[in-house]
């Protein structure tokens, strides 16, 4: 089949807050063929400036918007895929967003390709089986350990049997702060459960107070300590990690190409990987981090804080690797992400999540949703309209 149109549509709530919550807007993808099939996906990036990396005029060979290079290529295989991923990389060679905005037509290809030939996408990537994975509840801190602990009670009370808090206060009012935080959503969670603390880059280069602060929280047992360093502090993460702290570190969700994951892995020596589908490149890219952290001893994990779109093509990226059995799962989403498919993967009543045989991704998004949030866009120059999203038909 023959792809016929990419488009990609701003969606945003009616008003956004400045909290770190990457729920509020987002850019979704449509891919469509000649033979009427539709894929979907979706970028973890702002929106407008991911729409113009698909309609950006050509400036020279080396940039060529995302529509210009997939719309009359062929797609009957996952070759094309790859194929169409290193295109659009040589492409968009001096577009600095390449990879974060290609995420959603990545994953839209995806959806597509399995649609067509009515098989799930992990199937498409080869893998035998999709494991149960473990849904870790995905909040913030509460402004203060009060909050916290109610906030990690109602988890628990929810049926979650792990849940991350992140960002928030922690690293604003000292150590005895932030410990404070960390037992109140231990507390709130019950010594049965899991937690992880995700410290929001807050510490940035200083690796000396991040190993102190994995001390501090030991007694707490957290899976692992989130993000404690900024992305590109990859030597200090290699410093923190070579003392061995008692609180695995993780680290990841920044990297937008899987050279940066790989670095992470590799030079900054952390124990999780934390990708996200929507920020690297896509389901074909994360899939290259999935069989780095199988050789080198990391343990994947998706991240995700967008709707049950980015959830769903997550999962298909790891489904089929048993020991990865962790699954990042906003619990505090907005109206937005809660609804932008029809059918988002629930929670089972063994507190697991699992893909089964429906093809492509496996939900369906949900025009109404799209129609009620689209942000109408006009992006034009030197007279002529390259993007004109005034609508979704």
Known sequence: MIIAAVDAFPLAMPTIAEVSDGTQDTLV????????????????????????????????????SIRDTL?????????????????????????????????????????????????PVWRLLGDEAAYPKLPYASVLFGDTPDETRRVAARLRNAGFRAAKFGWGPMGRYGEGFDRDLVAAARAGMGDENEIMIDAGVVWGADDETAYHRACLFAPYRPTWLEEPLSPDAIDEYGRLTARRPPVPIAAGEGSNRVRAAADLIQ???????????????????????????????????????????????????????????????????????????????????????????????????????????????????????????????
């Not at 891919?31 to 005029?57: F, N």
């Open 267 to 393: 030079n900054g020596g952390v124990s999780f990987v934390q990708i996200d589908v929507g920020r690297i490149g896509g389901i074909t890219a994360a899939r290259e981090v999935v069989a780095l952290a199988k050789r080198r001893g990391a343990t994947y994990v998706n991240h995700t804080f967008k709707s049950h779109l980015s959830i769903a093509a997550s999962l298909h990226v790891f489904a089929g690797v048993a020991e990865f059995r962790y699954l990042e799962y906003p619990a505090a989403a907005s109206d937005l992400a809660r609804r932008l498919v029809k059918n988002p993967l629930a929670v089972g009543s063994d507190g697991l999540v699992r893909l089964h045989d429906a093809p492509g991704l496996g939900v369906e998004v949900d025009p109404g949703v799209v129609r009620a949030y689209l942000q109408p866009t006009r992006i034009e120059m030197g007279g002529k309209v390259l993007a004109d999203v005034s609508a979704f038909a």
């Open 29 to 64: 993808v449509r891919v469509r063929t000649d033979e009427g099939v539709e894929g979907w996906g979706e970028c973890d990036a702002s929106p407008l400036v991911s729409l113009a990396v698909y309609c950006c005029p050509m400036s020279h060979s080396n940039i060529i």
């Open 71 to 119: 719309v009359g290529e062929r797609l009957d295989s996952p070759d094309d895929i790859r194929r169409l991923h290193r295109k659009a990389r040589r492409q968009g060679l001096d577009i600095e967003q390449i990879d974060h905005a290609y995420s959603g037509a990545d994953i839209a290809l995806w959806d597509a390709l399995g649609k067509r030939l009515g098989l």
